[in-house]
């Protein structure tokens, strides 16, 4: 079951941040910021391993997969990140006692919230960079949380 989704602007800034109700929504925010510094860590190693690889002919190499797998395990929750080409964070934390969502569910609730979050881009009176406030995304991602608490 997804307990919290927590969109990051690229200088860490939280655009969003979406819980369950009845979860204690400081600790979740603890850990959404601990991620970050795993995120961080991802990111760095990532373009490392980019930047040593040789090029061909002025291609650049294989673009990177934008889900970082599991950040941040704790005795209950597990938590995910996701980052964007424009270095938009993703973080999903999910009940790690009762869900037993596998690794490919967890990269589509990130495809549906990347979609999501696209697609309030499009939105004329959207300033990139200020908290998100749209009811259409708001809407798509309590969907998200309440479809992903069957598995």
Same mark, same amino acid.
């Given at each position: &079951?997804? =307990?919290?989704?927590? @969109? ?6 939280? %655009?969003?941040?979406?819980?369950? *109700? ?5 600790? =979740?925010?603890?850990? @959404?910021?601990?991620? =970050? ?7 760095? !190693? &990532? %373009?490392? *391993?980019?930047? !040593? %690889? ?15 797998? #599991? =950040? ?15 270095? &938009?964070?993703? @973080?999903? #934390? ?11 569910? @967890? ?13 309030? #881009? ?11 406030? *749209? ?6 991602? %309590?969907? #998200? &949380?309440? *479809?992903?608490?069957?598995?």
């Amino acid at each position: &079951m997804a =307990l919290c989704i927590a @969109v990051i602007g690229k200088e860490n800034e939280p %655009l969003y941040f979406q819980s369950v *109700s009845g979860q204690d929504e400081l600790r =979740l925010h603890h850990i @959404v910021y601990t991620c =970050l510094d795993v995120i961080e860590e991802k990111i760095a !190693a &990532m %373009l490392a *391993s980019i930047n !040593a %690889l040789p090029t061909k002919q002025g291609i650049p190499p294989e673009r990177r997969d934008p889900y970082l797998g #599991l =950040l941040y395990p704790t005795e209950d929750y597990k938590c995910f990140g996701y980052v964007t080409n424009s270095r &938009m964070k993703f @973080v999903l #934390l999910i009940d790690g006692i009762r869900s037993k969502l596998a690794d490919e569910d @967890v990269r589509r609730m990130f495809r549906r919230i990347h979609a999501a979050y696209a697609d309030m #881009l499009a939105n004329p009176f959207y300033t990139p960079g200020e908290s998100i406030s *749209s009811k259409k995304f708001q809407n798509e991602i %309590l969907s #998200l &949380m309440t *479809s992903s608490s069957g598995g």
